[in-house]
């Protein structure tokens, strides 16, 4: 079971036992308290909230209402989500400048989108990209292994019939031939299990990824899983990758910080994570000949964040889109690279 299927199974068992409990401790009646001093720091209580250290002057002890916190709490549900991803799409340059100009409170932080959307994108993965190509996968390594056992059993069965030729003075010509047909199998099926690649890059040879790619392709299955994996932990690395090269684009600019391009690559990066999902999704429908159209929404979205999170002009824009979309592709490929050396451990 995959990692996000324990997760969602102990949440199952959470809920289970949680309902038990409530059903045994249940103290009022409704779920409600009602107090006239805060339960936490012993303040009079006057509005809705304590004045002295912010805590709701009512809490809720109902199984409804600490899944609503939970979702409160990681996520910020309610109007905030609604609020967020309607500019997140449309006017993500907008969306950007509030929240870098203060105006928060309305708006889902860029990191809790982020992580979210994330998490939604890997689950939405594992829930639409089943099936049986990991069992086909290896079916096929465990047939090259038992070639591999078969060649050089009767390889050492020749060179052994070879060495009693020698000594007893025959012609070795024929064995030697079949041989010589043996090791090229072998060296054959080793090259198909990647025993005999070699990255290099600009000449540099690197062999860290050299091994990450001989692991891929001798067990593409144990690979791919792996690469998910730390893909999924790994994922948050995307914004400092990023960010150098956001700034790349207003170079020694005392208007804009590290910190308002940091803003912009995470709802940025959160938005491109849900055109994914959405091309996963329409995939999984059958709708997935309309899922190419979606690599043409990337480059418009960069347009609009830029124009608007930056005050750009069209033309300022557009120079800047190009350059980003070509600093997009490095990041993400620099980002490859630190996954690909992870499975090499």
């Not at 124009?307 to 824009?317: D, I, Q």
Request: hydrophobic residues 45%.
């Amino acid at each position: 079971m995959s990692g996000i299927g324990e997760g969602v199974a102990d949440l199952g068992q959470g809920v289970l036992t949680a309902s038990a409990l409530e059903k045994e401790q249940r103290l009022v009646q409704d779920g409600h308290t009602h107090e006239s001093a805060c339960l936490n720091c012993g303040t009079a209580l006057v509005g809705t909230h304590c004045h002295a250290c912010g805590q709701a002057a009512h809490v809720h002890r109902t199984l409804g209402a600490f899944f609503h916190d939970l979702l409160h709490g990681v996520f910020h549900f309610e109007g905030k989500t609604w609020r967020t991803l309607p500019l997140l799409a449309w006017k993500p340059g907008e969306l950007t400048r509030q929240y870098v100009e203060g105006r928060r409170a309305s708006f889902v932080s860029p990191i809790a989108l982020f992580l979210f959307s994330v998490f939604l994108m890997f689950a939405v993965f594992h829930s639409t990209q089943g099936g049986e190509r990991p069992a086909d996968v290896r079916s096929d390594d465990r047939a090259l292994s038992r070639q591999v056992d078969e060649l050089e059993g009767e390889l050492a069965r020749l060179q052994d019939r070879r060495k009693l030729a020698a000594s007893k003075g025959q012609t070795t010509q024929e064995l030697d031939e079949e041989i010589g047909e043996h090791r090229d199998a072998l060296a054959a099926i080793r090259a198909a299990q990647g025993e005999n690649v070699d990255v290099q890059i600009n000449g540099t040879r690197f062999p860290r990824l050299t091994k990450a790619v001989q692991k891929f392709r001798a067990n593409p299955d144990l690979a791919i899983y792996k690469i998910q994996t730390y893909a999924y932990k790994y994922s948050w690395a995307l914004i400092p990758i990023s960010v150098p090269f956001l700034w790349l684009l207003f170079p020694f600019s005392g208007r804009f910080h590290l910190y308002d391009h940091t803003v912009f690559v995470t709802y940025s990066l959160c938005f491109m994570t849900m055109i994914v999902i959405l091309a996963m999704v329409l995939g999984a429908v059958g709708a997935g000949s309309v899922a190419p159209f979606l690599f043409f929404v990337p480059p418009v979205h960069m347009y609009r964040q830029l124009r608007g999170a930056y005050a750009l002009s069209r033309r300022g824009a557009v120079w800047r889109t190009f350059l980003l979309i070509g600093f997009a592709a490095t990041a993400l490929a620099l980002f490859f690279v630190l996954i690909m050396a992870q499975t090499s451990f």
